[in-house]
């Protein structure tokens, strides 16, 4: 039973979080579009709001990510899902009556606070399913993610163009809910494992002793600078494309630039899960950082909306061995009975990331340009690959020889 579960929850929660993906990333493309429809007029407080208003969701769910890991130990991981689905769909139709910049920031936070599909499904997965198989199931739910991904922005710009930014957001509300009754009739929790005996601890110990489980902190700070180089980019990329193009169908053209690197992503992620299963997912981490800065670094220079198409779909070979990657180590790494925790934090350190790297952007493409964005993340992945293969790797090799050596 245990065997047929893990596959029936992965492909299950494959597919929801492809329409839970498509339907969160299908604002993406004209959340600056939006707030200048909400009144906000001058291009320099469009690129700050923007940047501000994308980060903001992950400011709330930074702070309140560690509290969902510890009920996930306590109560269950499917619990998490429900809560994050039906919370999530109920606040993103909210999002649609936003009357200004301020109203659509405070749903944002409210967003962020309850958020969280993405991660627990990752949690529920990583637990259920055998180790050496953790690789494998993570590309696979890496790609149904991306999937989403891809026809997300796509789909989001089609929509926005023909009925509107806020029936936008009624649309992504009624899909979340849908995929979160998909999970409290179809996802299955092996009941011997939904409960953990918890220790009455706070999140400062919780956070020191996982902390002390070497490599894990300096994964955690990867996956904070992965998400600060990558993701910082995405909610300002619609004016990057409206200075490459001269059409007025922007909010399309930015969801294809975001959609071409997820088609990548998902083509990559189940190839390079398997390679991190047989070969180690520090080695498919560490190369996959490389190839990304070299990749990112020309987007700075490039003249035309097709130059920026093809390194984003470069880029997105990259990604399928990032998140996986990290997941997987953190997965096999974490202390007995608080992987949920240690999920909890990692997603802390990612959140803190999506949120920083969007602001930090807004700032940096008001004063020095959009162009600059490109060029800083490429510093940013290779102080990651330089990590990676300094601490990361020899941290892992330790651990292995120990394991060997008791």
């Not at 009624?174 to 953990?196: M, N, P």
């Not at 930090?360 to 008001?366: D, I, K, V």
Request: aromatic share 12%; proline share 4%.
């Amino acid at each position: 039973m245990l065997k047929t579960n893990w596959k029936r929850n992965l492909y299950i929660l494959m597919v929801c979080q492809f329409f839970v993906m498509g339907a969160m990333t299908m604002i993406i493309p004209f959340l600056p579009l939006y707030l200048q429809e909400l009144g906000v007029t001058d291009p320099q407080a469009v690129s700050r709001w923007a940047g501000i208003i994308f980060g903001a969701n992950f400011l709330t769910a930074f702070l309140f990510s560690p509290l969902w890991g510890r009920l996930a130990d306590r109560h269950g991981r499917k619990l998490m899902l429900l809560r994050s689905g039906f919370g999530m769909a109920l606040v993103v139709s909210l999002t649609g009556f936003a009357t200004g910049p301020w109203s659509l920031l405070l749903l944002r936070l409210l967003n962020g606070m309850i958020s969280g599909f993405i991660p627990a499904a990752i949690t529920l997965v990583s637990m259920s399913t055998p180790k050496k198989r953790v690789g494998y199931a993570l590309g696979m739910l890496q790609a149904g993610a991306v999937a989403g991904g891809v026809c997300g922005p796509l789909f989001g710009g089609i929509l926005a163009d023909l009925i509107g930014f806020r029936m936008v957001f009624y649309v992504t509300g009624l899909t979340i809910l849908i995929t979160a009754f998909v999970v409290l009739y179809f996802v299955k929790e092996d009941k011997k494992k939904k409960v953990q005996s918890v220790e009455k601890t706070d999140t400062i110990e919780d956070f020191k002793k996982i902390a002390s489980t070497q490599p894990i902190l300096p994964l955690f700070f990867v996956f904070f600078i992965v998400q600060c180089a990558l993701i910082g980019i995405n909610p300002l990329l619609s004016l990057f494309v409206q200075d490459l193009t001269t059409t007025q169908n922007v909010a399309f053209y930015s969801g294809l630039a975001l959609s071409v690197m997820g088609f990548a992503n998902m083509s990559a992620s189940p190839f390079l899960g398997k390679l991190s299963d047989r070969k180690g997912a520090h080695f498919v981490l560490l190369f996959s950082l490389l190839f990304a800065a070299i990749v990112t670094f020309p987007q700075a220079f490039v003249q035309s909306y097709w130059q920026l198409i093809i390194f984003r779909f470069l880029l997105g070979l990259c990604l399928g061995g990032l998140l996986p990657s990290i997941n997987s180590l953190i997965r096999n790494l974490a202390p007995e009975g608080m992987e949920s925790r240690t999920f909890g934090f990692s997603n802390s350190f990612m959140y803190l990331g999506t949120m920083i790297g969007p602001i930090a952007g807004g700032w940096l493409t008001s004063v020095a340009g959009i162009r600059s964005l490109f060029i800083t993340s490429t510093i940013l992945l290779l102080i990651n690959a330089f990590v990676v293969k300094y601490k990361v790797i020899p941290g892992m090799k330790r651990r292995i020889s120990h394991a060997k050596a008791g």
